[in-house]
């Protein structure tokens, strides 16, 4: 069993910046599968970002392209998620997923896909 903790979210302005982090316990994460969703108010559960594994590979959703970056740091079980450039739009709930990653397909952009969450960080963008 895998335990995941997000934290890092905040109240921030458009343009500012966020480092999201992802603890995770119970048990090497190192192949796992990692990724970021979000969820606004009303809206369903959207992938943001994943790190493959083996760290080599990294996918984004269009919208956070070129603004996000995901990377982990599997000797501290980490997993980070930056974000510059924040626009209103960006604001949600902000959640930290995994699974187990030989054997299936990347990205795991389809949040039922994923075993293992965390609690969630709320992430404002004022205007």
């Known amino acids: 069993q895998v335990q995941l903790a997000d934290s890092g979210g905040g109240l921030v302005q458009v343009g500012d910046s966020l480092r999201l982090s992802c603890a995770a316990s119970?048990?090497?994460?190192?192949?796992?599968?990692m990724a970021w969703f979000r969820q606004a108010l009303g809206m369903e559960r959207e992938f943001v970002a994943a790190i493959r594994w083996t760290g080599g590979k990294t996918a984004y959703a269009d919208s956070v392209k070129g603004r996000f970056t995901i990377s982990r740091n599997d000797a501290k079980n980490l997993t980070y998620l930056q974000m510059n450039s924040l626009k209103p739009e960006d604001t949600a709930i902000y959640y930290c997923a995994g699974r187990a990653g030989p054997g299936n397909t990347f990205p795991p952009s389809d949040y039922r896909r994923l075993d293992y969450w965390g609690q969630g960080t709320q992430v404002t963008v004022s205007s």
């Open positions: 119970g048990r090497p994460f190192t192949s796992f599968d």
